[in-house]
């Protein structure tokens, strides 16, 4: 048997962080056991289904790696076979036309809660003749559930979970138009695409029972199951704007490695022993059901951005540099593209060390790509305007003039100079920083030099002045 799993998004919305988790475990699970991973659409919604919203999941998933081994299917191109499986079920005595109203089905739910009970339908054309149909009705179509014994699911995460069919009514399959429900087009698609194995959220738990009611009905070999516990915020609560970022693509924009996220999110309701960074290839590796708690998980977005500045820093230099100028490519002021590429590659590893997001990068880069004059932090300014902070500017140019532009001969000219005045070498580095800058912060001082180079350092210190 070939493994087969599936993501199936509705597109009515943003690719959440939980959905990208399971779309993370569904891909991981199919890749440990050589198998395929597949993406579904659901967008029978027409209502509220969007290309927009369709183009924002293709994004997300391809930015997270998580490609799938066949083209996307649209659950809206099949509700013809939809259909032709709830009259195959007709036509077999599995399911039955139900000529009820409106009015009729309001009536039934207000009166069952007003008795205490669960509102379900009643069953009341379950064996009626059709002769008996009122007239100007269009049925729908519902499954004939057994009413007696008990639905069992052998969960590969929650365990045998099981509930009485007599708390289970019998569900419409084919609306009164037409159309399809979502739980038996679910159903239909996943036999259609020979998926062995669901793997989603435990939301889906309860609409699982009903699931399997339509494989039996239909003979079909069912797909084993899998319900992974939800995320929520660190109070205990359903995650939500108030707690962060969200949406994988807000990940992205605020400066996070995708690499990061899956990381995290493979650690979010998973674990392998003490294992904290795992690569891709690591993850497929060890991923397996097993390792799935059964609680849900709270989001830790200080965790997330401690891992994010690991990764952030065993990260390749030139993709971190064509990053950071695409998040600068509208800064006012800027060098040209190959000056400010060059410069960037030159002190990315220094500047990396102290990043914790692309974000925080690209800020503490924007220095490097500035026409002088820059502009200056109060602190900066402070540190330039302070008695004689110039002069000694002017003259440590004259020195700089003439060093070898490499960090370790800078490194000693700093020195030479400051112990040639009796001050400590900070007394030197911090004006000079402010001057190169416009802050006070920065990576070391040798090395920012070497990444600006002789002709840029002169000009800025002369600016200054």
Same mark, same amino acid.
Not at 71 to 86: D, K, N, V
Not at 288 to 296: E, S, Y
Not at 439 to 458: K, M, Q
């Given at each position: 048997?070939?493994? @087969?799993?599936?993501?199936?998004?509705?597109?009515?919305?943003?690719?959440? +962080?939980?959905? /990208?988790?399971?779309?993370?475990?569904?891909?991981?699970?199919?890749?440990?056991?050589?198998?395929?991973?597949?993406?579904?659409?659901?967008?029978?919604?027409?209502? @509220?289904?969007?290309?927009?919203?369709? #183009?924002? *999941?293709?994004?997300?998933?391809?930015?997270?790696?998580?490609?799938?081994?066949? /083209?996307?299917?649209?659950?809206?191109?099949?509700?013809?076979?939809? /259909?032709? +499986?709830?009259?195959?079920?007709?036509?077999?005595?599995?399911?039955?036309?139900?000529?009820?109203?409106?009015?009729?089905?309001?009536?039934?739910?207000?009166?069952?809660?007003?008795?205490?009970?669960?509102?379900?339908?009643?069953?009341?054309?379950?064996?009626?003749?059709?002769?008996?149909?009122?007239?100007?009705?269009?049925? $729908?179509?519902?499954?004939?559930?057994?009413?007696?014994?008990?639905?069992?699911?052998?969960?590969?995460? &929650?365990?045998?979970?099981?509930?009485?069919?007599?708390?289970?009514?019998?569900?419409?399959?084919?609306?009164?138009?037409?159309?399809?429900?979502?739980?038996? $087009?679910?159903?239909?698609?996943?036999?259609?695409?020979?998926?062995?194995?669901?793997?989603?959220?435990?939301?889906?738990?309860?609409?699982?029972?009903?699931?399997? &009611?339509?494989? &039996?009905?239909?003979?079909?070999?069912?797909?084993?199951?899998?319900?992974?516990?939800? *995320?929520?915020?660190?109070?205990?609560?359903?995650?939500?704007?108030?707690?962060?970022?969200?949406?994988?693509?807000?990940?992205?924009?605020?400066?996070?490695?995708?690499?990061? +996220?899956?990381?995290?999110?493979? =650690?979010?309701?998973?674990?392998?022993?003490?294992? %904290?960074?795992?690569?891709?290839?690591?993850?497929?590796?060890?991923?397996?059901?097993?390792?799935?708690? !059964?609680?849900?998980?709270?989001?830790?977005?200080?965790?997330?951005?401690?891992?994010? #500045?690991?990764?952030? =820093?065993?990260? %390749?230099?030139?993709?971190?540099?064509?990053?950071?100028?695409?998040?600068?490519?509208?800064?006012?002021?800027?060098?040209?593209?190959?000056?400010?590429? #060059?410069?960037?590659?030159?002190?990315?590893?220094?500047?990396?060390? =102290?990043? !914790?997001?692309?974000?925080?990068?690209?800020?503490? #880069?924007?220095?490097? *790509?500035?026409?002088?004059?820059?502009?200056?932090?109060?602190?900066?300014?402070?540190?330039?305007?302070?008695?004689?902070? !110039?002069?000694?500017?002017?003259?440590? $140019?004259?020195?700089?003039?003439?060093?070898?532009?490499?960090?370790?001969?800078?490194?000693?000219?700093? @020195?030479?100079?400051?112990?040639? @005045?009796?001050?400590?070498?900070?007394?030197?580095? &911090?004006?000079?920083?402010?001057?190169?800058?416009?802050?006070?912060?920065?990576?070391?001082?040798?090395?920012?030099?070497?990444?600006?180079? =002789?002709?840029?350092?002169? /000009?800025?210190?002369?600016?200054?002045?």
């Amino acid at each position: 048997m070939t493994v @087969r799993t599936r993501f199936a998004p509705s597109p009515t919305g943003l690719l959440h +962080i939980g959905g /990208a988790r399971t779309a993370l475990f569904n891909y991981l699970f199919s890749r440990h056991h050589g198998g395929q991973f597949l993406l579904r659409i659901e967008d029978t919604d027409r209502a @509220r289904s969007t290309e927009a919203a369709v #183009a924002v *999941i293709l994004e997300g998933l391809a930015w997270l790696g998580l490609a799938p081994d066949e /083209a996307p299917l649209f659950q809206s191109t099949r509700a013809a076979r939809h /259909a032709e +499986i709830a009259h195959a079920l007709l036509e077999a005595g599995r399911a039955y036309r139900c000529y009820c109203t409106a009015e009729e089905l309001r009536a039934m739910r207000e009166q069952a809660l007003s008795e205490g009970r669960p509102p379900r339908y009643d069953g009341r054309w379950r064996d009626r003749d059709p002769a008996e149909a009122p007239p100007g009705v269009a049925p $729908a179509i519902r499954l004939k559930a057994p009413r007696e014994g008990e639905t069992v699911v052998e969960d590969l995460v &929650q365990g045998p979970v099981r509930v009485a069919n007599g708390e289970l009514d019998d569900m419409i399959i084919l609306r009164s138009d037409g159309t399809p429900t979502y739980l038996h $087009a679910v159903v239909v698609d996943d036999h259609d695409m020979a998926i062995t194995h669901v793997i989603r959220g435990d939301d889906h738990l309860t609409n699982t029972f009903r699931q399997v &009611q339509i494989y &039996q009905a239909m003979g079909w070999e069912m797909p084993r199951f899998a319900h992974i516990p939800l *995320i929520h915020g660190a109070d205990g609560a359903k995650l939500s704007k108030r707690h962060g970022a969200v949406s994988v693509l807000e990940f992205r924009d605020q400066g996070f490695l995708p690499e990061a +996220i899956c990381n995290y999110l493979l =650690r979010l309701g998973w674990g392998h022993g003490d294992a %904290e960074i795992l690569s891709r290839e690591d993850a497929i590796r060890l991923f397996d059901l097993d390792g799935v708690g !059964r609680a849900a998980a709270r989001m830790d977005y200080a965790k997330l951005t401690h891992l994010n #500045a690991v990764w952030l =820093r065993a990260a %390749e230099d030139a993709r971190l540099v064509e990053d950071v100028m695409a998040r600068l490519a509208g800064a006012p002021g800027r060098v040209g593209e190959d000056v400010a590429r #060059a410069r960037l590659l030159a002190l990315m590893p220094a500047l990396k060390e =102290r990043a !914790r997001t692309l974000v925080d990068l690209a800020d503490s #880069a924007a220095f490097l *790509i500035r026409i002088p004059p820059l502009p200056m932090s109060e602190k900066a300014r402070v540190l330039l305007d302070a008695p004689g902070a !110039r002069a000694l500017l002017g003259d440590l $140019a004259q020195g700089l003039a003439g060093a070898a532009f490499t960090p370790e001969s800078l490194h000693e000219t700093l @020195r030479t100079f400051a112990e040639a @005045r009796g001050i400590k070498l900070g007394e030197v580095a &911090q004006p000079l920083r402010a001057a190169l800058t416009g802050a006070t912060t920065s990576p070391p001082i040798d090395a920012t030099l070497a990444a600006l180079g =002789r002709a840029e350092t002169l /000009a800025r210190i002369a600016a200054a002045g």
